[in-house]
């Protein structure tokens, strides 16, 4: 897997999860991101389909789901922590 498509898939899951959120969902729903992500990110695998079987495209999608949830969270701590002193 080319590392390069892999942040562009991950940057495109962490905007699209961001825009669906706040067009779509009401706050209560929230919590249910992470799974968004996941799905995204599963779709967006089997979209580009670099690699020869389901079961590695599939793990290919919830390293790039899991890892937009982890980026833009560890993100947002970075950004709270600085506004907070």
Not at 7 to 14: C, F, H, K, R, W
Not at 24 to 34: G, K, L, N
Not at 55 to 77: C, D, M, R
């Amino acid at each position: 897997m080319d590392v390069t498509v892999l942040g562009v898939q991950i940057a495109l899951v962490i905007g699209l999860n961001e825009v669906i959120k706040r067009s779509v969902m009401e706050e209560r729903h929230y919590r249910y991101i992470p799974l968004l992500a996941l799905v995204l990110g599963v779709g967006m695998a089997f979209i580009s389909r670099q690699t020869e079987t389901v079961a590695q495209t599939v793990t290919n999608g919830l390293i790039i789901g899991l890892s937009s949830v982890g980026l833009f969270s560890t993100a947002k701590n970075v950004v709270e922590k600085d506004e907070l002193g």
